[in-house]
T-cell receptor, first 115, second 115 residues
């Protein structure tokens, strides 16, 4: 069965610091997709990025960047120059072909950005 | 375009009462998912539908829970009778085809409190 582990339960930083969130996944499938979602204090889940298992190219979107390494089964997320609005819980998730569209979520990492 | 719509946003009820949560997926999306989020168990999939047909309900905790999707634009999750341990945030999500490659878009959630 597939599994997603986010070992960091909470990270606290001061504004403008960089913060990296770790995500390690387990699956026997060679075809899978990885996702990151953000859950701000208001509670909704906001989609951030999707990456397939065949595309190890890193991605940058504004202050957000993602590092996908199949060799270590990791899909880490970095927020550069953090802002107070980045305070949220961030979830990493996985889908595999055998499970269709079922998302397996990690436990989430709470990021607190202090002014 | 409207996102996933859920109602009510908050529900407080007493143990033993029937609770009905409602969801309207994004127009044109063929797959719908119900998730539950608790502190103890995190985000867990309860059931999902493809083209209005339940595909996997293995996450439904027990017979007190039931879900229906009478048409492509509406789904309900019913708990009868409700118990305090059902207190959680219930999310509805939709995706275009239900394939592994598809991104799931979440509604704002319904916060359920059973007293």
């Amino acid at each position: 069965a597939q599994k997603v582990t986010q070992a960091q339960t909470e990270i606290s930083v001061v504004e403008k610091e960089d913060v990296t969130l770790d995500c390690v996944y387990e699956t026997r499938d060679t075809t899978y997709y990885l996702f990151w979602y953000k859950q701000p204090p208001s509670g909704e889940l906001v989609f951030l990025i999707r990456r397939n298992s065949f595309d190890e190219q890193n991605e940058i979107s504004g202050r957000y960047s993602w590092n996908f390494q199949k060799s270590t089964s990791s899909f880490n997320f970095t927020i550069t120059a953090s802002q107070v609005v980045d305070s949220a819980v961030y979830f990493c998730a996985l889908t595999i072909k055998a499970a269709g569209n079922k998302l397996t979520f990690g436990g989430g990492t709470r990021v607190l950005v202090k002014p | 375009d409207a996102g996933v719509i859920q109602s009510p946003r908050h529900e407080v009820t007493e143990m033993g009462q029937e609770v009905t949560l409602r969801c309207k997926p994004i127009s044109g999306h063929n797959s719908l998912f119900w998730y539950r989020q608790t502190m103890m168990r995190g985000l867990e999939l309860l059931i999902y539908f493809n083209n209005n047909v339940p595909i996997d309900d293995s996450g439904m905790p027990e017979d007190r829970f039931s879900a229906k999707m009478p048409n492509a634009s509406f789904s309900t999750l019913k708990i009868q009778p409700s118990e305090p341990r059902d207190s959680a945030v219930y999310f509805c999500a939709s995706s275009s085809r239900g394939a592994m490659t598809d991104t799931q878009y979440f509604g704002p959630g319904t916060r359920l409190t059973v007293l």
